[in-house]
């Protein structure tokens, strides 16, 4: 079956601008999870959808980062005014419910210039 | 704050012997732990997992191993194969979190 996607899978853009990610989950996944991972770091968590309970959106940086999630499909993460320090790659991963396994997308790598 | 930690970055091993990667923890709350396997530009694969009420779980190659006391644990791959190179982490969570708590990483080179 489909595994995670997402898109697109590089982007580059101007500091300042905004940008917007996408990840398409395993159809029947309940929870949602992005990440971040900067050169030479680990996976540092931003944010969480289950269902439709409201998110844990403990891990996101700044005000400056939101997602969504419509049900138990789709998710967008938007990114407003860019920053250079924003350059990474963007995982995003979906799981069977809380708790379980996560399968991830290949990524999307940001850069911003 | 780091809470799970690799603190080995690379490991170079020959094909057929053993390969060992560590992870060690610092909250006591955690009860789940898994190792994923990350080939270049692709995201992460989960390899196993094993729960805080087993000390060890074994899945063909990988065995992992849990010292609870210790807050550590460990990946084995026996017998390592050249397609074993990759970047593995280890990650934790709680029950009642949501958050999984992902390690910085380590790059096995299998030599063949």
């Known amino acids: 079956g489909a595994g995670v996607s997402q898109s697109p899978s590089n982007k580059v853009t101007e500091k300042g601008k905004d940008v917007e990610l996408r990840c398409d989950p395993i159809s029947g996944h309940t929870a949602l999870y992005w990440y971040r991972q900067r050169l030479g770091q680990g996976l540092e968590f931003l944010i969480y959808f289950q269902g439709n309970s409201a998110p844990d959106k403990s891990g996101l940086p700044s005000d400056r980062f939101s997602a969504e999630r419509t049900g138990e499909s789709v998710s967008t993460l938007t990114i407003q005014r860019t920053q250079q320090e924003d350059s990474a790659v963007y995982l995003c991963?979906?799981?069977?419910?809380?708790?379980?396994?996560?399968?991830f997308g290949p990524g999307t790598r940001l850069t911003v210039t | 704050d780091q809470q799970v930690k690799q603190n080995s970055p690379s490991l170079s091993v020959q094909e057929g012997r053993i390969s060992i990667l560590n992870c060690d923890y610092t909250?006591?709350?955690?009860?789940?732990f898994l190792w994923y396997k990350k080939y270049p530009a692709e995201g992460p694969t989960f390899l196993i997992s094993?729960?805080?009420?087993?000390d060890k779980n074994e899945d063909g190659r990988f065995t992992v191993f849990l010292n609870k006391s210790a807050k550590h644990l460990s990946l084995h791959i026996v017998p390592s194969q050249p397609g074993d190179s990759a970047v593995y982490f280890c990650?934790?969570?709680?029950?009642?979190?949501?958050?999984?708590?992902f390690g910085t990483g380590t790059s096995l080179t299998v030599i063949p």
């Open positions: 094993i729960s805080s009420i087993k």
């Open positions: 991963a979906s799981s069977l419910m809380r708790g379980y396994e996560q399968y």
């Open positions: 990650a934790a969570n709680e029950n009642t979190g949501n958050q999984f708590y």
């Open positions: 909250n006591s709350m955690f009860d789940y």
